[in-house]
């Protein structure tokens, strides 16, 4: 199966202190993969990352060439207006950004695309109501919708369930298998190891370090789970630079 | 019939400076209205008025250099509020510190600094011109100056306002579809400038901010829609600019003063009766909700 996003000796830092260090994989074009492990394990930086928005401290990432736009992108909810005054189809409509960009006007099959979007993540109907007005799980659907009309082949999704209901999350599962379905290459960081289990072929157990990568039920062991629990969460202002070769 | 001649007409049609105070009114409430609707929106409330502040210093350098010049004093009013405004979001992103502490931080020394040259050089006649402005003393320069700001203000929103709202409300997502974030919030910020620096020749330093930010927290009263947030905002300021003009012609009152409080009424007003969530709504509701 060809690659989709290889990583390549990648450590990403925040002040000189590594979040992901010297990580080297592949994730498989059409792969579903879960990213799990402890909080502070560089999940969320390594997706940032992924998504461009994080520049590598070391080593390198390739996209494998794909169309235009690459990547769609979820970021987790808190970093977002929830009291914004928009409209839900104006948010989901953004999904059509690389093709109206900061100028273009929306055209009519655009709008309703959008309209079919919401539709399918259960929101027929909420188009001129203003995000403020929506719960958590409501506005995720609709962030969901935005990236089913951003139509990329590398979908990444920070958290995608955390504070989510379980019928919304059931729903929104369903969309992400849809997404898999259609050959896309799904990233997601999650939390609940049964869902990754139960919903997730492939997982990356991250500590920092990759503590295991690959089909889920051989990652997911008592032993590397064991192994992630441990990882050091504080880090050590006065650890030595790190001179580990390029493997 | 010739009561209301008198009261509203009269004054503008008998004077020209007041001709031309109220052009400014227009061409300020116009654009820095939907301006300050933003400053809101991006909880900067506070970073408009601390940026009028840091006018001071450039102003009066201007002033010092070249004495009551419009173009000395915009001039460097603007290159200092710039300075200021691009110093504090540097110290934000390079040491974390939150960006109101960097904005006071800076916009105080800035002030100081202001202060201290113009009581140096000048006497403090001059410095109450430089705080408060003379909207009356409009000439055509300044007007000419005024008017262009404002065009420049509503055409550069037109274009940029779908990048600028999607940085308000979700700055990762126009990251990630590789929009120009940093060069949206630094031409949002010179917007700001320029209008603090064309609100400073008519209002002052000091209340310059009146009719960007009272207006634009009055609106959230009446609308939610942002483009409904920058009409009534505009509409308010316009008004307020007039009402304040006339308040101050016949009440013989400070019209910089006098043009910012009648906003600050809107303001209240607008608190009290609004449409939404406004003390009259509240009242109104106490009693019932709906049953879904």
């Known amino acids: 199966m060809s690659v989709a996003v290889s990583l390549h000796d990648l450590t990403l830092a925040y002040r000189r202190h590594p979040a992901v260090h010297h990580l080297h994989g592949e994730f498989a074009s059409g792969s579903l993969t879960a990213v799990v492990g402890p909080n502070g394990a560089g999940k969320s930086t390594l997706l940032n990352a992924l998504a461009g928005l994080v520049e590598p401290s070391a080593g390198q990432i390739n996209l494998a060439p794909m169309r235009n736009p690459r990547v769609a992108y979820l970021p987790q909810q808190a970093q977002i207006d929830r009291s914004f005054p928009i409209t839900v189809l104006d948010v989901v409509m953004l999904g059509h950004w690389a093709a109206i960009g900061s100028w273009r006007g929306v055209k009519r099959q655009q709008q309703v695309a959008a309209v079919h979007a919401l539709g399918a993540v259960g929101l027929a109907g909420f188009e001129q109501r203003v995000i403020a007005e929506l719960s958590a799980g409501q506005f995720q659907r609709v962030l969901f919708a935005r990236v089913l009309l951003q139509d990329a082949p590398l979908i990444l999704l920070d958290e995608p369930f955390a504070a989510i209901d379980a019928r919304t999350t059931v729903d929104l599962l369903q969309v992400v298998h849809r997404w898999h379905a259609e050959s896309r290459t799904v990233i997601a960081v999650l939390h609940d190891i049964e869902q990754v289990r139960e919903h997730f072929p492939q997982t990356l157990l991250l500590a920092r370090e990759a503590i295991a990568w690959g089909p889920t039920a051989s990652v997911l062991t008592p032993e590397n789970l064991m192994k992630s629990r441990h990882m050091a969460e504080a880090w050590d202002d006065a650890a030595e630079i790190c001179r580990r070769e390029a493997a | ?292």
């Open chain 2, 1 to 292: 019939m010739t009561e209301l001649y008198d009261w509203f007409i009269a004054p503008f049609a008998e004077f020209s400076f007041m001709r031309r105070a109220l052009v400014a009114c227009l061409a300020l409430g116009l654009s820095s209205a939907p301006v300050g609707v933003l400053l809101v929106l991006r909880r900067m409330s506070l970073v408009g008025d601390a940026m009028a502040h840091a006018l001071l210093p450039g102003a009066a350098l201007g002033f010092i250099a070249a004495g009551f010049s419009l173009y000395a004093m915009g001039l460097g009013g603007f290159i200092a509020a710039m300075l200021v405004a691009t110093l504090a979001g540097w110290v934000t992103r390079k040491t974390g510190q939150r960006e109101d502490a960097s904005f006071a931080a800076f916009y105080l020394i800035a002030l100081a600094g202001g202060v201290m040259l113009i009581s140096l050089r000048g006497n403090s006649v001059d410095l109450m011109h430089v705080l408060f402005g003379t909207i009356l003393a409009v000439d055509d320069d300044a007007l000419i100056l005024m008017t262009a700001v404002s065009s420049v203000t509503l055409v550069a929103l037109a274009l940029m306002y779908r990048p600028l709202v999607v940085e308000c409300f979700d700055p990762g997502f126009l990251r990630s579809v590789g929009g120009r974030g940093g060069l949206v919030h630094l031409l949002f910020q010179t917007l700001v400038v320029l209008n603090l620096v064309s609100g400073f020749q008519a209002l002052g330093t000091l209340m310059a901010v009146g009719l960007m930010m009272l207006p634009a927290a009055s609106a959230r009263f009446w609308a939610v829609r942002v483009s409904s947030l920058f009409a009534v905002a505009a509409l308010i300021a316009v008004a307020s600019g007039m009402a304040g003009l006339l308040i101050s012609y016949h009440a013989h009152l400070p019209s910089g003063p006098a043009i910012v409080l009648v906003a600050g009424a809107a303001y209240i007003a607008s608190l009290l009766l609004g449409r939404r969530d406004s003390a009259l709504q509240f009242l109104l509701r106490k009693q019932s909700h709906r049953i879904a």
